[in-house]
C-alpha cells in the first residue's frame, strides 16, 4: 500500500511541476515498451523520428540502429543530452541522429513523419494543436498518456511487470494518424469550370 500511494504521490508532483512550467522529470521507458512504439508506428528507413523528452536518448537510437531512420532528441537537461550523445557514439548511429538541449515547446516538428513521446498528461494536451497541424499522415505515439478527446487509431498493451509509477504493471503504447486537413479534401469538377470541393 506504501509503494501505491509514493507512486501516486509522485505523479501528482509531477503534475504540478509540469503546470507550474517545471521541467517533466525523467522516467525510462522500458525496452519492451520503446520496441513497441516504433513497431506500432511502422518506423523504416524512410522516417525522421522526434522524440519529444528524448532522456537518455534510446528511442532515437534504437529507431536509427534497428529501423534505419533517422532522428532527433529533444531535452531540456544538458546532462541527458551528452549521455545520449554518448549513446549515439558507442551504438554506432551518431550520424544519422542529432541531440538538442532545448523546449519541446521550442521545437520545429515539421521534419518529422514520427513523433514520440512520453510526458504528462497536461503537456500532451498542450502539445496537440501542434501535432494536429502538423503534415497529414504524420504518426504519433505516446506512452501511457492520450490526447483527450483525439482518439488514438491503435492502443496496445505491453507488460512491464517493475513499473514504478500507477497501479497497473503494463504500459499502453497509443498511436495516432494525422488526419487530412479539411481543406485539403480532393476535388471534383463538376460540368462547370470551377473545382467543387
Not at 494536429?132 to 506512452?143: F, Y
Request: with cysteine; hydrophobic share 40%; proline share 8%.
Amino acid at each position: 500500500m506504501k509503494r501505491i500511494a509514493a507512486a501516486l504521490l509522485l505523479l501528482a508532483a509531477s503534475a504540478a511541476r509540469a503546470q507550474s512550467g517545471e521541467e517533466v522529470p525523467f522516467i525510462t521507458s522500458p525496452d519492451n515498451v520503446t520496441l513497441e512504439m516504433l513497431r506500432l508506428a511502422n518506423v523504416g528507413p524512410g522516417d525522421h523520428v522526434i522524440d519529444l523528452g528524448s532522456g537518455d536518448g534510446r528511442i532515437v537510437i534504437l529507431a536509427a540502429k534497428r529501423f534505419g531512420a533517422t532522428g532527433l532528441g529533444v531535452e531540456i537537461d544538458p546532462r541527458l543530452v551528452e549521455l545520449s550523445q554518448r549513446h549515439a557514439r558507442d551504438a554506432g548511429v551518431a550520424d544519422r541522429v542529432e541531440f538538442r538541449v532545448q523546449d519541446l515547446f521550442r521545437t520545429d516538428l515539421g521534419k518529422a513523419t514520427v513523433i514520440t513521446m512520453y510526458l504528462l498528461p497536461e503537456v500532451n494536451m498542450q502539445l496537440r494543436p501542434s501535432l494536429l497541424a502538423l503534415k497529414p499522415g504524420t504518426r504519433i505515439v505516446s506512452h501511457d498518456w492520450d490526447l483527450g478527446d483525439w482518439k488514438p487509431d491503435q492502443t496496445s498493451v505491453v507488460p512491464v511487470p517493475d513499473k514504478q509509477v500507477g497501479l497497473e504493471k503494463s504500459s499502453r503504447v497509443h498511436l495516432w494518424v494525422v488526419p487530412p486537413r479539411p481543406d485539403s479534401r480532393p476535388c471534383s469538377t463538376g460540368s462547370g469550370d470551377s473545382p467543387r470541393c
